[in-house]
């Protein structure tokens, strides 16, 4: 059963049609890259799994449960999570609260608990808050939990957004362009990073992602769109020799010595 | 340095607050503080009730709301004609009528809020504006379908049981209250929503319940301190809620600082007395200029601290010592910041 | 029947008022992105000047309101130099707590006995109303003065909008002030000519208004400027021909709720219809919704 299904997906928006005929499975464990030119319709994609648009035709399966329509909130709930192409951090709020939100409302208490600080919400309190130092720590960012999350620096933020998806405890993590801005040594810190990631959490994780680095070192498995199509799928060394992907990105009759 | 445990500073809390009210008491009963004062400390203190409200549905959730009044309105005559018809003078019943002043409030926030809610920002707050301005023609016309509220005249006559010691509890349990709330899972939800909305919901946090949770809350607060006002004031006037009620609470949390709730405290009580005291500085001459002051000082303010006096900061003594294994660690989450 | 279009015509008159205040709103929105609350404040103010220019200066009527007009626009710049530049990229809801005092600042200071003094006022009009009764209508040259000039003024802004730069400017800087500036646009300016403007329509507003609902006094402007202001988002905030459209409606809903079913209830009405329709198109009439990219 694979994780993810997305089956005969089409998004048309006005007269545009974004997305067509897109088929794609994602098994448990992989790590697959979706990649492409930019406004090839990979963020779209993405946001029909997050439940942000509901797809023109065409059905969205987890773990064989259709979840296609669902509100992005009760998507999230159901395992997967995603970071965001440009960072969506809760600005203001502390690191650690950033992480400590995505625990609401399964807490483990309720409001009255919560107003008359009940035996049960310390306790509740004490283990979410124990649960998101240790996410914290594991992506290095325990000294700067009382940080603002907008006073970090860039690659702690993305960090950051990552831990900030685990709270949730996903079994599918999407990850949109998780190296933008990146430079080669952040790119291949943030590849390691991704690893443990996934074998420490036992996830399945699916990317979006331009740095080339990333994605040959990263990802099991290649899908490629343009135009809002799928026009490849394969290995990384298969893709990368691929006339119709050098095309797409390089322009037509493209070459690679 | 050690913090200090959570026992010990919540000793001290209690201490101080306790000393406080003592201090205070004594000068009223010793009329060093005089009747008038009085009633402005009671004002000063049922504002700040108010305040917390509208700083838990726009400082903390980010939910723009210019009609506050209308339910702080809707509690005080709620609570008043309950009292004034069943209550016959009795202190529990008068506790039950505030509670229901609570419950109509949050009943209507309920109601109006599922659906507009969903507005954004600036469109939130004029349907908001426009919601109030129906509540206060709603109370203007009372008499005609409830003779007993007054209509424009107004409505006297409820029990006038509200004293110092009750209006300055009550404003004590409302903060702990709110801190109680902030200080949450329930808090740390309506921050991120009011940080980013869509992330918020993509991350799995029903943006929609928590808005609603936190509006009817906020609102219910301010038809608590409504149904205080009632029972301290023997008059009550539908031009007492209109928006420029909903205002005097709005700037006092924007002056105060979005996401501090000793912002909104602070500046509640200082805003009236810094009214009532205008009042006195300018005397019988130059009453007139009250309102051209307190319009200048409030422009004055803005402009010289536009993110209000406590921006997103709180107080040490509202701020819970961290739980569990943060104990000892820098920072800590809901500790350092307001959020 | 006669009486229903009666109504009708009294409620253009009463729209098309709120358009010249509406207009002020959603130009200043446009470009700054802030509710200018003072505004019906400034829409008082003119009405003031205009009644003091026909009735106590011996000016003319239409120059008593061009009087009006300018004294307007001076102090529409003036205010957004003083209270809202500073805030100009703050968060908004400093400017719009800077505007709420504007607007409480004028009020109280037109109260001050040495001002225009807190009393009601009654305006004499400058000329006679005639009414002229075509079949069973009847119809006032203050209507007609109404429509003419709005309809003029709205030539006018639409020429000044789509055929100048002036109009080209304040296009682009209610888009993106940065790109603006970029592309040579004097930002500050630009700003300051729109507030003038609006602020001379409003003035303009302010002394028809006089005319028509003979009666002054310096809290005149609340109501007027909330219904405008609500005109302006019914219609599209930001958006100039849902001013327009927004302020028609209003002006319609409020004089027909007024004359057949309680002219007590007429703003609540009216204010009711603007939250039903923000919860059926939740950016105005003609508003255009901008999705967040994700």
Redesign the interface.
Known sequence: MPVLQLENIDKTFGGLKAVSGFNMAVEKGEIVGLIGPNGAGK?TVF?MI???YKPSAGKVYFLDREITGQ???QV??QGI??T??NV???????????V??????R?G?G?FD????TPR??KN??????E??ELLEALGL???????AMNLPYGAQRRLEIA??LA?KPKLLLLDEPAAGMNPSEVARMVELIRYVKEKFDLTVLLIEHQMGMVMKLCERLVVMDFGQIIATGLPAEIRGNQLVLEAYLGKGATVA | MPKATSAKKTILFLAATLAVYALVRFLETSEIINPYWQRVLDQALITTMGALGLSIIYGFTGQFSLGHAAFFGLGAYAAGVFDKTLGQGSLPMFVVSLLIGAAVAGLMALIIGLPILRLRSDYLGIATLGFGIIVKVGMDNSSKFMPVLGGATGMSGTPQLANFDWVFWFTFLVII?VR??VF???G??C??V???E??????????T??KV?AFVLGCALAGLAGGMYAHRYPFLHPSSFDFLKSFDFLLVVVLGGL?SMTGTIITAISWVFLLEGLRFVLGETFIDFRGVIYALILVVAIIMRPQGIFG?KEAGFLIPK?????AG?????????A? | MEHVVDQIINGLQLGFMYALIALGYTMVYGVVKLINFAHGDVFMVGAFVGYFGFSQWGLSFPVAVLTAMVVCAILGVVIERIAYRPLRYAPKIAALISALGVSLFLEYFSSLKFVFGPNYRVVQRPFEEVQWHLGSLIVTNIQVMVFVTVLIMLLILQFLIYRTKVGMAMRTVSVDHNAARLMGVNVDNTISMTFAIGSAFAAAGGVLYAIAYPQIHPFMGIMPGLKAFTAAVLGGIGIIPGAVLGAIIMGQVETMTSAFLSSQARDAIAFAILILVLLIRPTGILGRTEPDK?
């Open positions: 963020t946001n997050s439940g942000i509100a992005p909130f999230c709930q999570a995603r965001f192409q969506r951090l809760f600005k203001e709020n502390t690191v650690l609260d950033n400590r939100a995505i625990y609401h409302p807490t208490y409001i919560a107003i008359f600080r919400f310390i309190e004490r283990s979410i808050s124990e998101a130092m325990q000294d700067r939990a009382g940080e603002k900030r998806a949730g | 209250l109680n709330f949450s899972s329930y740390r939800a921050t991120s009011r940080e980013d869509i992330a918020a919901e993509i991350m799995g946090i029903n943006t319940k928590v949770l996401g997103g961290p739980l569990g294994s943060l660690r820098k920072g800590g989450g809901n500790a350092g910041s959020t | 994700v």
